[in-house]
């Protein structure tokens, strides 16, 4: 079973929508999630973290988790062109606070 | 936010070679780490390089084949050591932040003939 598990798209969603990214990790104890977004033949940038369960707001993404459900997302509202790209979720594992697994990434398109 | 730079950007090796990428952060940092991401893949980690110690290497990658260097808590040094073509990939270096992010540095694009 993989430890960090996204849908890998593409996700095609029109200009100016809403865009929903999932993510589901297998470790209970995990304690650190983060969002980043890997423009095609750049290095991932890290756009959300998030810690607790809730909601987390940042101009025009949302992080949501929810560790009972282990469960983490990432909202994009009034999505442009320029958010096309692969978002990658990770996830500490195995309680090791400083390494993070990798899911496989899922790709966003915005179409005009 | 790290500041992270890495050499060379990219490089064409023949087989049997070995090639040794640098990476520089902008600031002092306790953890550095190292990934490799093939086309269209994600991130697999390498090892984890700290200052003063040991790497600590992931299942399926060994210190023959990938010595790292940590000399100090700017700077670390990866290796890939007779190379052959299974070894063409993305290599990424990252540092840890506070919180247990990390910032990636622009990689290196290794291509091995």
Redo the contacts between chains.
């Keep these: 079973q993989k430890e960090v598990e996204q849908n890998s798209g593409p996700l095609s969603v029109p200009e100016g929508a809403i865009a929903s990214l999932n993510c589901t990790y297998s470790d209970r104890v995990s304690q650190?999630f983060?969002w980043?977004r890997q423009y095609s033949g750049?290095?991932?940038?890290?756009i959300m973290?998030i810690?607790s369960n809730g909601d987390k707001e940042d101009g025009r993404f949302t992080a949501q988790l929810n560790k009972a459900s282990q469960y983490v997302s990432l909202l994009i509202r009034d999505s442009q062109p320029s958010d096309s790209a692969t978002y990658?979720c990770?996830v500490?594992i195995d309680g090791t606070?400083?390494?993070?697994?990798?899911?496989?990434?899922t790709r966003l398109q915005v179409t005009l | 936010?790290a500041v992270i730079s890495q050499k060379p950007s990219r490089d064409i090796c023949q087989r049997g070679t070995s090639l040794t990428i640098q990476c520089q952060v902008d600031s002092q940092v306790t953890?550095m780490?190292w990934y490799r991401q093939q086309p269209g893949?994600?991130?697999t980690?390498i090892a984890?390089a700290n200052q003063g110690s040991e790497a600590t290497y992931e299942s399926g990658f060994v210190i023959d084949k990938f010595p790292i260097s940590r000399p100090n808590l700017t700077f670390s040094t990866l290796t890939v050591s007779n190379m052959s073509p299974e070894d063409s990939s993305i290599y990424?270096c990252s540092a840890?932040g506070e919180?247990?992010?990390?910032?990636?540095?622009?990689?290196t694009r290794l291509t091995v003939t």
């Design positions: 650190s983060f980043y750049k290095s991932p940038e890290l973290s810690y990658l990770a500490n606070a400083s390494k993070l697994t990798f899911g496989t990434g | 936010s953890m780490f893949q994600s991130l980690l984890t990424l840890g919180r247990y992010e990390q910032y990636f540095g622009p990689g």
